[in-house]
Structure formats: structure tokens, C-alpha cells
T-cell receptor, first 114, second 112 residues
Framework: EADIYQTPRYLVIGTGKKITLECSQT?????MYWYQQDPGMELHLIHY???????EKGDLSSESTVSRIRTEHFPLTLESARPSHTSQYLC?????????????FGEGSWLTVV | GENVEQHPSTLSVQEGDSAVIKCTYS??????FPWYKQELGKRPQLIID?????GEKKDQRIAVTLNKTAKHFSLHITETQPEDSAVYFC???????????FGSGTRLLVRP
């Protein structure tokens, strides 16, 4: 079944550690996104990509970085995690919002930095 | 850039009553308006959407209305049930046409 897969789902790491959140989609979509969300709160766009080798910063400044080497893969990396990075990170994909195609979300990665 | 405002932030209704959530947007070129439902601990999921060439769309107990002149759209849930309790987000396309800008969310509580 077509879906968006995120790993790890839950992670507790120490301050200063490097972490990569993986995201893969089998939706066949060109556009991919990372949103940051505290529980039940606003969805903040931190990165997006409209295709291979394209990445853009979102509306919320983030210390994380992303890469898009393959269409189906859009990992997010934090070089040095801090407690302020504790949050849920949602990966998403779309065939293109401008043409009326909605965004679909993965199940999320819950990150806790201690 | 696009700005989406959503009201109210919390809404409590009795089971069986109706619930209405309203959103306004700033970019008159916006042409697609989805609504998402996020249950506790789950991912946001699309429940209904509307395109700018339509004024109203209905799917069983939920409906969305769009007023392009006033630049606002609303979600209507009739005959609410406890399982409707969740956070609801409206959205509109951002200025890049590749992204959605979300409203701040409405926490709906349906009391049995």
C-alpha cells in the first residue's frame, strides 16, 4: 500500500548527538516536506523539496538540514541536538498543491533530547 | 506571503450538536482549501477539501463552504459524535505553490 514511512518513530538522545530522521514514500510524489509540531499545536513547515536535488527552507527557522538525492527519500539531520529540538517531526509528500493535490503525512518521529 | 487564520482555537459541543470552524486566507490567488483532522497521537489526515470553482462541498456529516470574495472558508460538522473529538486544521496554498500553509488548529471536544 502506498504510504509515507518514518524511522525512528520514537527516539531519546543526549545533547550534542547527531541524529538523522529517515523518511521514504511510495506515493510516487515529487514534492516532499518536513513539518515540526509540538503535541496538538501548530504545524510549522521547516523544509521542503519539489524534486531531486532541490531543497528549500520553510517558514520556521530550523537548525536541521535535509537532502533529496532520490525521489522517494528525504532525510532530515540534526548535527548537534539540543533540548529545544524536542518535538514531533512529520514528513509529508504531495503531487503538487498548486494543481489541487493534497499533502499526505507520515506517522511522525517523536524526538526527545535530554 | 500567505497567511491563514483559524477560529476558534477550542470548541466544546454536546453530542448531536453542530460544530463550525472558520478560516480566513490572505492570497486571493489561492485555489485549493483542504481540512485535516488529527486525533491524539496520530498523523493529520485529510477529511475534505474544496477547490475555488465550487462554493460548497458535502461528505456525509461534514461540509465545507468557500466565500472567495470574503476570502474565508468554513468546516461544518453536523450530528457530532464523540469520535469527532480531535484537532482540526485548515490550510491554503503558500506563495510558492508547492506548499500548504496551515491554520493554528481548533481543538474540538464532543461531550457525550
Amino acid at each position: 500500500e502506498a504510504d509515507i514511512y518514518q524511522t525512528p518513530r520514537y527516539l531519546v538522545i543526549g545533547t550534542g548527538k547527531k541524529i538523522t530522521l529517515e523518511c521514504s514514500q511510495t506515493m510516487g510524489h515529487d514534492k516532499m516536506y518536513w513539518y515540526q509540531q509540538d503535541p496538538g499545536m501548530e504545524l510549522h513547515l521547516i523544509h521542503y523539496s519539489y524534486g531531486v536535488n532541490s531543497t528549500e527552507k520553510g517558514d520556521l527557522s530550523s537548525e536541521s538540514t535535509v537532502s533529496r538525492i532520490r525521489t522517494e527519500h528525504f532525510p532530515l539531520t540534526l548535527e548537534s541536538a539540543r533540548p529545544s529540538h524536542t518535538s514531533q517531526y512529520l514528513c509529508a509528500s504531495s503531487a503538487g498543491v498548486s494543481s489541487g493535490n493534497t499533502i499526505y503525512f507520515g506517522e511522525g518521529s517523536w524526538l526527545t533530547v535530554v | 506571503g500567505e497567511n491563514v487564520e483559524q477560529h476558534p482555537s477550542t470548541l466544546s459541543v454536546q453530542e448531536g450538536d453542530s460544530a463550525v470552524i472558520k478560516c480566513t486566507y490572505s492570497d486571493s490567488a489561492s485555489n485549493y482549501f483542504p481540512w485535516y483532522k488529527q486525533e491524539l497521537g496520530k498523523r493529520p489526515q485529510l477529511i475534505i477539501d474544496i477547490r475555488s470553482n465550487v462554493g460548497e462541498k458535502k461528505d456525509q456529516r461534514i461540509a465545507v463552504t468557500l466565500n472567495k470574495t470574503a476570502k474565508h472558508f468554513s468546516l461544518h460538522i453536523t450530528e457530532t459524535q464523540p469520535e469527532d473529538s480531535a484537532v482540526y486544521f485548515c490550510a491554503a496554498p503558500g506563495d510558492s505553490s508547492y506548499k500548504l500553509i496551515f491554520g493554528s488548529g481548533t481543538r474540538l471536544l464532543v461531550r457525550p
